[in-house]
């Protein structure tokens, strides 16, 4: 087995490969590389999120059998063109749930309790002990859109800490488990409507972008279950392009929104003029979610695990393009 690995990985999975026997071609190519062919010869190819695996990609590499994304989106990866060429794509989808789950909840504690304002002025010189009264996360309705592994972690905890969860999600499969605690809604207006916090935990589709827009922040109540003025909060940890950030900007400006908090964005890096970057309500992470130790290695071994398994048996249980088969 030839298996090339383009955008690094965690050293154990690296050793698994080649206790497995695999040739490891461990080396980030340019794009127009990649369309030449430069990977032609190998068997297998693993990324994460930089390296673009489009059609001209694939067609160059005849000889590939199977693509593993290490972590959950495939959106750099052209699934047809992979599935025209019998290429089978394999994912990890459960490796960076923890991490995420924990950095949602960070965003929400933080957003509520004005950390990053407070650090600011910190470093300013400026003592705001008494502006920077924030409210608990207790008491108050969170809503979860899309309600996926990550959601239902989210869930988990947000109920733990006292947070009364709801939860949109018009493609859940048969079968789901739904907490006993989390109230499900069948329209996303009713879910703004209705929570003081939001949180998005959904794919990036035509249908979903910028789907937390200035019409849906006015809809939000701003005072939470407890009766507490807490003001509207917004976190994304899923997909950039999910909040229209103009939008957005505006709400913080104007007060709709108290908070907003994004890990991911529409353009990354993140230009240093954005305007969200002028609000000191907003909180921003570099698109950190799967960023821990524990969920690097998971994600490594998992995709490696994957990836064997396939090239030897034709497939496994995260094969996302299942048309192949």
């Known amino acids: 087995m030839r298996i090339a690995i383009t955008d690094g990985l965690h050293p154990d999975a690296l050793d698994l490969l080649r206790s497995a026997g695999a040739t490891l071609l461990v080396e980030h190519h340019d794009p127009e590389a990649l369309a030449s062919g430069a990977l032609d010869g ?5 990324v994460r999120s930089a390296t673009k695996l489009t059609s001209d990609v694939i067609h160059a590499t005849p000889t590939l059998r199977v693509i593993g994304r290490a972590g959950v989106g495939v959106d750099n990866i052209d699934l047809s063109a992979a599935t025209l060429a019998n290429v089978r794509v394999v994912n990890a989808p459960g490796a960076s749930t923890r991490s995420v789950v924990e950095l949602t909840i960070g965003h929400l504690i933080a957003s509520a309790r004005l950390v990053a304002p407070s650090d600011r002025a910190l470093r300013d010189g400026r003592w705001m002990k008494k502006q920077a009264t924030g409210s ?8 979860l859109v899309g309600y996926g592994r990550i959601a239902r ?3 988990q905890a947000a109920t733990a800490l006292g947070m009364e969860v709801h939860a949109y999600d018009p493609y859940l499969p ?25 949180s998005l935990h959904c794919n990036l589709t035509e249908e979903s ?16 279950a407890d009766g507490v003025a807490c003001g509207n909060h917004v ?16 709400a913080l400006e104007s007060g709709v929104l ?30 950190i979610g799967a960023s821990t130790l524990e969920a690097q290695r998971r994600v490594g071994l998992d995709i490696v695990d994957a990836v064997l398994r396939t090239l030897e048996t034709g497939t496994c249980p995260t094969v996302v393009n299942r048309d192949v088969l």
């Not at 048969?174 to 209705?194: E, K, Y």
């Not at 969200?276 to 698109?287: N, Y």
């Open 42 to 46: 190998v068997d297998a190819i693993i």
């Open 136 to 143: 608990e996360i207790a008491g108050k309705r969170l809503g």
């Open 153 to 155: 972690g989210v869930a």
């Open 174 to 198: 048969q079968g789901v488990d739904i907490a006993p605690a989390v109230r499900l809604h069948t329209d996303l207006d009713s879910l703004f409507s209705t929570c003081t916090h939001i």
């Open 209 to 224: 972008r910028h789907l937390a827009n200035a019409a849906r922040f006015a809809l939000m109540p701003g005072v939470g």
């Open 235 to 250: 976190v994304n940890c899923a997909r950039g392009g999910l909040v229209s950030e103009e939008d957005a900007a505006a």
């Open 258 to 287: 108290a908070s907003l908090a994004l890990d991911v964005f529409e353009h990354e890096p993140l230009a240093a003029d954005h305007p969200l970057l002028s609000h000191d309500r907003f909180l921003g992470t570099p698109h």
